[in-house]
């Protein structure tokens, strides 16, 4: 615990840096994460209350990112973006989900759609006319997130067998003049009714079409077709606005790929720590759930009556109990940032899914012993924890790795080679 003197002598404790040593970051890394805490403390946790209680869209934060300029926080520098790496962008995510986890979650859809559209895609394989393409069209996004100020979502899920990436999606692209003509439906789609731009998910439109074919397209939310529907009222996460997303044979246009033809399925297969971006909101939460059990049993959380809890037995180990599982959680979740590359090896990918599953169930593990530490008191909507508890619960459950598939995919690559399998048994 690191604890600072004030200058009226007392001691307070001080949240540490969501990385924990920082001395691997560069500067621009430091200030970033600097500046989404600053945020993070001066607007957005004292706003996370209300749009979680309401369900509503914090447009107000988004406006706040908009002005400090991180909506292009992973637009490359050379399209006058700040150029954060994988690693930088996910810690300024999970810094700003210790203070608001559906701001984090929604601001993580955002990025992802520059993350693919950039570097990743910097490292896939294309044709001299593909990347000449591709680079006309991401220029136009990377503009409109810079210049425009606009917002992309992710709306991927569809429930089943798509969802988890075991088959073609059902939302379909047909080619048309100039574009596409798309229809179909994604669920729990973040920012819906809020983002201006979808990157949608689809299949191409061909005989025998495959998961080869899947299309990665932003479709413009003001286009005619495109319709947000049902009520949005969940356990947690409830700022994320995740109501369904209808598109009834919706015109995108040529230059709304996010990726090449054909090049989605290659990206997701050889950069799988894309589907990582999500841990990084709910390490942020469980940094928080610690903080707050400190700050708590100290007695120094604002408007609260200074009685101290910290003194008992059964609280110190439970607070250490919390400690050592948030450590182990925060070592193996910055190790696998640093690792994601195009075409990791087996134990790398191994790692990954250890990462993953290890940061999801911790998350809500921490929260609820924290909330058993910091008893009754701290079941109340008057304080933060009962959201972050909440909000914690919801990790394991998404799509396309929950918790289930985690193990499932990490129990076979640990007994298998790639390719290999066993013989049938009579």
């Not at 973040?190 to 479709?219: I, Q």
């Not at 909507?381 to 499932?408: F, H, I, N, Q, V």
Request: one cysteine or more.
């Amino acid at each position: 615990m690191a604890i600072v003197i004030r200058p009226d002598g007392s001691d307070r404790y001080q949240p540490p840096p969501i990385a924990g040593d920082e001395s691997g970051l560069d500067a621009a890394a430091r200030e970033w994460i600097a500046r989404a805490a600053d945020l993070g403390r001066s607007r957005f946790a004292g706003r996370a209350a209300r749009h979680d209680r309401d369900a509503s869209f914090p447009h107000d934060n988004f406006a706040d990112l908009r002005a400090a300029g991180l909506l292009g926080l992973a637009v490359p520098r050379a399209h006058g973006g700040l150029g954060a790496g994988f690693a930088a962008q996910a810690l300024v995510t999970a810094e700003i989900a210790r203070h608001c986890g559906s701001t984090a979650l929604c601001l993580n859809m955002h990025l992802a759609a520059c993350l693919w559209a950039g570097p990743v895609a910097d490292g896939l394989d294309m044709s001299g006319a593909q990347r000449a393409e591709h680079e006309a069209h991401r220029a136009w996004h990377f503009q409109q997130i810079v210049q425009g100020g606009r917002l992309y979502a992710q709306p991927f899920s569809e429930g089943g067998a798509a969802s988890a990436g075991r088959a073609p999606w059902g939302t379909r692209a047909r080619r048309v003049d100039g574009g596409y003509r798309v229809s179909g439906r994604k669920i729990f789609a973040s920012l819906a009714g809020a983002a201006d731009a979808y990157g949608v998910l689809c299949t191409l439109e061909r005989p025998g079409a495959s998961l080869a074919d899947a299309l990665y397209l932003a479709v413009p939310a003001d286009a005619a077709g495109v319709r947000v529907a049902g009520d949005w009222d969940p356990l947690g996460m409830r700022a994320t606005a995740s109501r369904s997303l209808e598109l009834d044979d919706v015109f995108v246009p040529e230059r709304a790929r996010l990726l090449p033809e054909g090049l989605y399925a290659q990206a997701a297969q050889r950069f799988p720590h894309m589907n990582f971006t999500l841990a990084s909101t709910y390490f942020g939460i469980a940094q928080a759930a610690y903080d707050f059990s400190v700050q708590y049993l100290r007695a120094e959380l604002p408007g609260m009556v200074p009685v101290k809890r910290r003194m008992y037995p059964t609280k110190q180990v439970a607070v250490a109990q919390m400690r050592i599982r948030l450590e182990q959680t925060r070592a193996l979740f910055v190790q696998t940032l640093h690792e994601a590359r195009i075409d990791p090896d087996d134990d790398a990918r191994q790692r990954l899914y250890a990462a993953h599953y290890s940061v999801m169930e911790n998350a809500q593990a921490i929260g609820a012993l924290a909330l058993r530490t910091c008893g009754g008191q701290a079941m109340l909507k008057s304080l933060p924890l009962e959201r972050l508890y909440r909000d914690a619960r919801c990790g394991a459950l998404m799509l396309p790795w929950t918790a289930e598939l985690c193990l499932d995919r990490l129990g076979h690559e640990c007994l298998y080679a790639r390719a290999e399998h066993d013989e049938a048994i009579d």
